[in-house]
C-alpha cells in the first residue's frame, strides 16, 4: 500500500509498505480522508518535538475493512472517525482524569505513524461511529471540533452569557459554533474579514474586525461590547489565535469575577499586568485536546453540516501533498481547513 512519510523538513516521499495485518483488539480502517491542521504544519517544517521521519495524518475518517467481534459493536463497513490521542492511564493527571494532558501523551500522525496511508490499524476503542448522513470529509474533523468543544466546556458557559472568541480559524469558528448551540451570545474578533464572514454564519452576534497594532477594540467597536455586556465585559473569552497580545487583550476585556480560555498555542510570552488578575478574580484557564469529545465533535458537525462544509475551503489529492502544504505556509489565499482525498475515495 501507499504511504506518504515526512522524511525530512518540507520533505515528503511516497512510499510502498506492507498492508497491517488485523491484531487482536484493532481494527483495519480504510482511511478516506485526512484534514490538516497547524500541528502537520508544524511537524511538515520540522519544528515539532516528535522528530522525523513520520507518516503524519491525525484528523481523520474512514471505512473498517476488518475487525473481530467487539463490545462496541464496530463491524466491517462501519464508517469511522478516530480518536488519535494516546495516553497512559497511570500518571497523576491521568489518574485524576485529566488524561488531555497525560505527562506521556502520543498521537497517532504526530509522535507516532497516522492516516497519511491507505490502511491503518488503530485499536478498537479509539474508533467512532459517524452520524448517518454525514460525509467522512466532514467526519475527518470530529478532532478539531473536540478541541474546540474542549475549551468551551473549560470556561463553563451558561445561556444567555456572552462570550467573546478571539480568532475565526477553524478552532474559533468550531468553539462559536458549540457556544451558540449552548445558548451563549458570541462576539468573534479577526484580522481577516473573509474569517469574520464565516464567523457570521458560524453562529456570531457580532464581529470585529482588528487591525494590526491599532487600538483594540476601537471606539465604536468598544461602545457596541458595552451594549452587549452592559458595560461589565464579556463573561467568557477563548483565546484562539496565540498571538500574546490577544491574550493581554482577553484579561483586560473579560468581566470581573470572568472566565479566560487559551487554546491558542504558542511559545511566545504574553505581558499581562499581575493585578489584573487577582483585582476581577479571574478564572485563567488552560485548554488542550480533549476528554474524548470525538463523538460529540460529530455529533456537532452533523447538526451543523452547512457550516462545517464551509469551513472546507481546499481539497488536494494524495499525491499533491506538497502543494498543500505549502499553501498553508504561504497564505497566498484564504484557508480554513484543507481536506486530502485518499486513494480510496478516488477509486
Request: glycine content about 10%; aromatic content about 4%.
Given at each position: 500500500m501507499l504511504s506518504a512519510l515526512t522524511v525530512a523538513k518540507e520533505s515528503i516521499r511516497y512510499e510502498d509498505i506492507p498492508e497491517p495485518a488485523l491484531e487482536p483488539g484493532h481494527a483495519l480502517v480504510r482511511v478516506h480522508n485526512v484534514t490538516l491542521c497547524g500541528t502537520d504544519l508544524h511537524i511538515w517544517e520540522d519544528d515539532y518535538p516528535a522528530g522525523l521521519?513520520?507518516?503524519?495524518?491525525?484528523?481523520?475518517?474512514?471505512?473498517?475493512?476488518?475487525?473481530?467481534?467487539?463490545?462496541?459493536?464496530?463491524?466491517?463497513?462501519?464508517?469511522v472517525a478516530v480518536s488519535p490521542m494516546v495516553y497512559c492511564g497511570k500518571c497523576r493527571p491521568c489518574r485524576l482524569g485529566r488524561f488531555n494532558v497525560c505527562e506521556n501523551i502520543g498521537c497517532i500522525g504526530c509522535y507516532s505513524d497516522g492516516a497519511l496511508v491507505e490502511l491503518v490499524s488503530v485499536p478498537v476503542e479509539k474508533l467512532c461511529p459517524v452520524p448517518d448522513g454525514l460525509d467522512l470529509d466532514l467526519a475527518a474533523m470530529a478532532e478539531p471540533a473536540s478541541i474546540a468543544m474542549q475549551a468551551v466546556n473549560r470556561g463553563r458557559p451558561s445561556p444567555g452569557e456572552t462570550a467573546l472568541?478571539?480568532?475565526?480559524?477553524?478552532?474559533?469558528?468550531?468553539?462559536?459554533?458549540?457556544l451558540t448551540d449552548l445558548g451563549v451570545r458570541v462576539v468573534c474578533a479577526d484580522t481577516d474579514p473573509d474569517r469574520l464572514?464565516?464567523?457570521?454564519?458560524?453562529?456570531?452576534?457580532?464581529?470585529?474586525?482588528?487591525?494590526?497594532?491599532?487600538?483594540?477594540?476601537?471606539?465604536?467597536?468598544?461602545?457596541?461590547?458595552?451594549?452587549?455586556?452592559?458595560?461589565?465585559?464579556?463573561?467568557?473569552?477563548?483565546?484562539?489565535?496565540?498571538?500574546?497580545?490577544?491574550?493581554?487583550n482577553a484579561v483586560r476585556l473579560v468581566a470581573?469575577?470572568?472566565?479566560?480560555?487559551?487554546?491558542?498555542?504558542?511559545?511566545?510570552?504574553?505581558?499581562?499586568?499581575?493585578?489584573?488578575?487577582?483585582?476581577?478574580?479571574?478564572?485563567?484557564?488552560?485548554?488542550?485536546?480533549?476528554?474524548?469529545?470525538?463523538?460529540?465533535?460529530?455529533?456537532?458537525?452533523?447538526?451543523?453540516?452547512?457550516?462545517?462544509?464551509?469551513?472546507?475551503?481546499?481539497?488536494?489529492?494524495?499525491?499533491?501533498?506538497?502543494?498543500?502544504?505549502?499553501?498553508?505556509?504561504?497564505?497566498?489565499?484564504?484557508?480554513?481547513?484543507?481536506?486530502?482525498?485518499?486513494?480510496?475515495?478516488?477509486?
Amino acid at each position: 500500500m501507499l504511504s506518504a512519510l515526512t522524511v525530512a523538513k518540507e520533505s515528503i516521499r511516497y512510499e510502498d509498505i506492507p498492508e497491517p495485518a488485523l491484531e487482536p483488539g484493532h481494527a483495519l480502517v480504510r482511511v478516506h480522508n485526512v484534514t490538516l491542521c497547524g500541528t502537520d504544519l508544524h511537524i511538515w517544517e520540522d519544528d515539532y518535538p516528535a522528530g522525523l521521519p513520520v507518516i503524519q495524518g491525525h484528523e481523520f475518517a474512514g471505512i473498517v475493512e476488518a475487525v473481530e467481534a467487539n463490545g462496541a459493536g464496530i463491524r466491517a463497513g462501519d464508517p469511522v472517525a478516530v480518536s488519535p490521542m494516546v495516553y497512559c492511564g497511570k500518571c497523576r493527571p491521568c489518574r485524576l482524569g485529566r488524561f488531555n494532558v497525560c505527562e506521556n501523551i502520543g498521537c497517532i500522525g504526530c509522535y507516532s505513524d497516522g492516516a497519511l496511508v491507505e490502511l491503518v490499524s488503530v485499536p478498537v476503542e479509539k474508533l467512532c461511529p459517524v452520524p448517518d448522513g454525514l460525509d467522512l470529509d466532514l467526519a475527518a474533523m470530529a478532532e478539531p471540533a473536540s478541541i474546540a468543544m474542549q475549551a468551551v466546556n473549560r470556561g463553563r458557559p451558561s445561556p444567555g452569557e456572552t462570550a467573546l472568541v478571539l480568532g475565526s480559524g477553524p478552532i474559533g469558528l468550531l468553539a462559536t459554533l458549540y457556544l451558540t448551540d449552548l445558548g451563549v451570545r458570541v462576539v468573534c474578533a479577526d484580522t481577516d474579514p473573509d474569517r469574520l464572514e464565516l464567523a457570521a454564519a458560524f453562529g456570531a452576534a457580532d464581529t470585529l474586525l482588528v487591525t494590526p497594532g491599532a487600538e483594540f477594540p476601537g471606539t465604536d467597536q468598544a461602545a457596541g461590547l458595552d451594549m452587549l455586556t452592559d458595560s461589565s465585559g464579556p463573561e467568557l473569552i477563548i483565546e484562539a489565535t496565540g498571538v500574546p497580545s490577544s491574550l493581554e487583550n482577553a484579561v483586560r476585556l473579560v468581566a470581573s469575577a470572568g472566565r479566560v480560555v487559551q487554546v491558542g498555542i504558542s511559545a511566545r510570552t504574553a505581558s499581562v499586568p499581575m493585578n489584573a488578575i487577582p483585582f476581577k478574580e479571574i478564572d485563567l484557564l488552560g485548554s488542550r485536546n480533549s476528554l474524548n469529545l470525538i463523538p460529540a465533535g460529530l455529533e456537532l458537525l452533523a447538526r451543523h453540516r452547512d457550516q462545517a462544509r464551509a469551513l472546507l475551503t481546499h481539497r488536494f489529492a494524495f499525491g499533491d501533498l506538497q502543494q498543500a502544504f505549502e499553501l498553508m505556509r504561504s497564505r497566498t489565499e484564504p484557508v480554513g481547513k484543507i481536506v486530502v482525498d485518499m486513494p480510496a475515495v478516488m477509486a
